[in-house]
């Protein structure tokens, strides 16, 4: 069995938790949006984050969890992605400007750069550990954008992050079977679906409407990324619209089970 911990999961930063993060295990997350709160100075074990893309929902700790914990962490954090996201974290992050470009500063007491940053291949199959593998592929988001399929011990969950379409969730479920969880985002309500389209995200009408052809598979599916000041109109809205889908909106410290 697999338990994926929650750090953040929700759509924008409030009161009521933080952004995408997901813990695979005790060195390695999917996203950094929340980090530092939940883990503290565990944040210092993390040596290794996969993105899914550069928006700063999804990237923002990164800039904390170095930061805070520098004289603790005794590994670079391997930071791994798509080229054009490892681009973008570069030019517009870890630039000097609006902060520290940690690729070209050494760890504490040695000489190997605190950040190390490692584009992947999308459809690659990457070890984690001697029981969970990852893998790529590509989603449809206003930037080069990718989700992961995470497997361990034969079973397997596929995270989208920021998408608007979802065929290649449809794909990847009948290329895998394997695969029995979905998490899949809507970050809108029904009533802002023009911002959606624009900013490719998902509604709950428009989430169940392309989850159709795999209605019947009998999937777990987990739903994050709501725009917190929505919440409410969103839950209600996916509980109208859900029809046998068995789902569980995810929040901070929800642990994935698979
Ligand atoms: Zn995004
Ligand atoms: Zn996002």
Redesign the pocket.
């Given at each position: 069995m697999c338990e994926i911990l929650t750090l953040g999961a929700y759509?924008s930063r409030s009161q009521k938790g933080g952004?995408?993060a997901f813990m695979l295990n005790s060195t390695t997350l999917i996203d950094a949006?929340n980090v530092v709160v939940p883990l503290g100075e565990a944040s210092a074990d993390i040596d290794l984050v996969w993105l899914t893309?550069s928006?700063l929902?999804?990237i923002a700790d990164l800039a904390f969890m170095i930061d805070n914990y520098f004289e603790k962490r005794d590994k670079p954090l391997r930071i791994r992605g798509l080229p054009q996201t490892l681009e973008a974290v570069q030019t517009h992050f870890f630039n000097h400007t609006i902060w520290p470009d940690f690729s070209a500063i050494a760890m504490y007491g040695s000489k190997e750069m605190t950040v190390i940053l490692e584009s992947i291949e999308v459809g690659e199959y990457y070890t984690i550990d001697e029981t969970m593998t990852i893998k790529a592929f590509y989603t449809d988001h206003t930037v080069p954008s990718c989700g992961y399929i995470v497997t361990k011990e034969h079973q397997a969950l596929l995270i989208t992050?920021?998408t608007h379409r979802l065929e290649m969730v449809e794909e990847a479920v009948k290329s895998h079977p394997n695969i029995r969880s979905l998490v899949i985002?809507c970050?809108f309500p029904n009533a802002m679906e023009e911002l959606a389209v624009v900013s490719k995200?998902l509604t709950p009408n428009l989430l169940f409407e392309r989850l159709k052809p795999l209605e019947s598979l009998g999937l777990k599916l987990y739903i994050n990324?709501l725009k917190p000041t929505y919440e409410t109109e969103i839950r209600q809205e996916i509980k109208k619209a859900k029809g046998k889908w068995d789902v569980t909106i995810l929040r901070d410290g929800t642990v994935l089970v698979f």
């Open positions: 759509g952004t995408s949006g893309h928006h929902d999804h992050a920021d985002e970050a995200h990324h």
